[in-house]
């Protein structure tokens, strides 16, 4: 089991740019593949981006390849989703999720997930 604590929402204006932070508490963090996903209101939770517990495999939803980055600072067990060129349809509250997986793997779905944080929101003004 593994704690979870998002961090970085906030409104901002589209076209503008926000960096979100997921803070572990787990000091095994490094096995751990991580995902970014994201819920509307009155919409399903959807999947934004993966990466693989070393870093070294990325996965993005078509919706958001190109303008948003994940990346993980194993030393710091923090995972990031940079977003940049926001647009208002980006507008949810932003989950990451952690899962033990071996090297290379990554998860794209919510079920794949055992751990979740409490959420963080982004606002994405027109």
């Known amino acids: 089991q593994v704690q979870l604590v998002e961090s970085g929402g906030g409104l901002v204006q589209a076209g503008g740019s926000l960096r979100l932070s997921c803070a572990a508490s787990?000091?095994?963090?490094?096995?751990?593949?991580m995902g970014w996903f994201r819920q509307a209101p009155g919409k399903e939770r959807e999947f934004v981006a993966a990466?693989?517990?070393?870093?070294?495999?990325?996965f993005y939803a078509d919706s958001v390849k190109g303008r948003f980055t994940i990346s993980r600072d194993n030393t710091k067990n923090t995972v990031y989703l940079q977003m940049n060129s926001l647009k208002p349809e980006d507008t949810a509250v932003y989950y990451c999720a952690a899962e033990p997986a071996p090297a290379g793997v990554i998860y794209t779905t919510t079920m794949k997930y055992g751990n979740w944080g409490q959420g963080t929101q982004v606002t994405v003004s027109s």
């Open positions: 990466i693989s517990w070393s870093g070294s495999r990325t």
């Open positions: 787990r000091r095994t963090f490094n096995s751990y593949a």
